[in-house]
């Protein structure tokens, strides 16, 4: 088998030199890279960009395509690498592991119909073949890296250090903390005067210290919680309301699309940052993934200068230019 798979690589070398030497001629096949007896064809790096350029939620920005491009090139690459290691262990995937994933996957996407399975299926330009062996050599590929790196224990003061070392993006705007009572007018506008009299004599009565939530109810309306909203948000005219309110206070009426606004400060929340303790589980979890990666990439570069490994740069670069060109 080996000497079958040397035998093609060859022939796929001689392929890729005369194509690539042709004037002006598309490059239908050959060799862009090769890991041991492991390559990488023009076909395949073709096939692999376009299922994930079907996969993605949104369509990939065409200024994009050249770095995305060369991303999932890169890698393939390490795959290989890594997939190859993976054979000199002996590592294999249970194919129940593998069940398992597909079956968590159509759970969480609601696909547990079969016939929407295989539609997500043919949408996204795969067969559930084609599927299992993805994730067959993903959990493949976790597998070999888990055996070659070991865990690391991140400390209190590595995350604490993280965080102040990101702090500026833990960074909160003024907030404001609002209530507000809606008085809606007639479609055509003609009672609006009326509400406006019947609103004003509400702000009044709640300043000379009636209750807000007992005259909502005796008006008809509900008393409604807005959370807390970055002024930068607000509407011009709420903005302006609510800037001279001390807290507690209500706002005059407010005009508005359909009736009237009277809109309660609850609270003022200063600019500030995002505490510590709400982004620490968050942070240790990028931490590992971050020292993960490293480990990984530290695993692929090592193994690079134990294997073959040739890549044809002038090649990929011609046919991604063939891509771009459409």
Known sequence: MKAVRTAIVAVMIVLCVALAGAAKREVVEGILARVNDRIVSITDF???????????????????????????????????????????????????????????????????????????????????????????QTLLLQRVVQSEIKPTEITSQELRDEYDADKASYKTPDKVQLQQLFFATAEDGHDREAVLRRVRGLVERVRSGADLAAEATLAGVQLQD?????????????????????????????????????????????????????????????????????????????????????????????????????
């Open 46 to 136: 073709r096939n692999r960009l376009q299922q994930e350029l079907e996969q993605r939620q949104t369509p990939l920005p065409p200024s994009e395509l050249d770095g995305f491009a060369r991303g999932l090139f890169k890698s393939m690459i390490e795959e290989m690498v890594l997939l190859e290691r993976a054979d000199e262990k002996k590592l294999t995937v249970d194919p129940k592991d593998v069940d398992r994933v597909i079956q968590s996957l159509r759970e969480n996407n609601k696909l547990t119909n079969d016939q929407a399975f295989k539609q997500a299926l043919a949408s996204s330009g795969l067969t559930e073949a084609a599927l299992r062996e993805r994730y067959r």
């Open 226 to 326: 807005l959370g807390e909203i970055p002024v930068a948000d607000l509407r011009d005219t709420v903005r302006k309301a609510v800037a001279p309110l001390s807290e507690g206070a209500i706002t005059d009426p407010v005009p508005t699309a359909g009736g009237y606004q009277v809109i309660r400060l609850v609270k003022r929340i200063p600019a500030g940052y995002v505490p510590f303790e709400q982004v620490q589980d968050q942070l240790r979890r990028n931490l590992s993934q971050k020292r993960y990666q490293e480990q990984t990439d530290g695993l692929v570069n090592r193994l690079k200068k134990e294997y073959l490994v040739e890549v044809h740069q002038d090649l990929f670069d011609q046919v991604l230019k063939e891509l771009e060109r459409g």
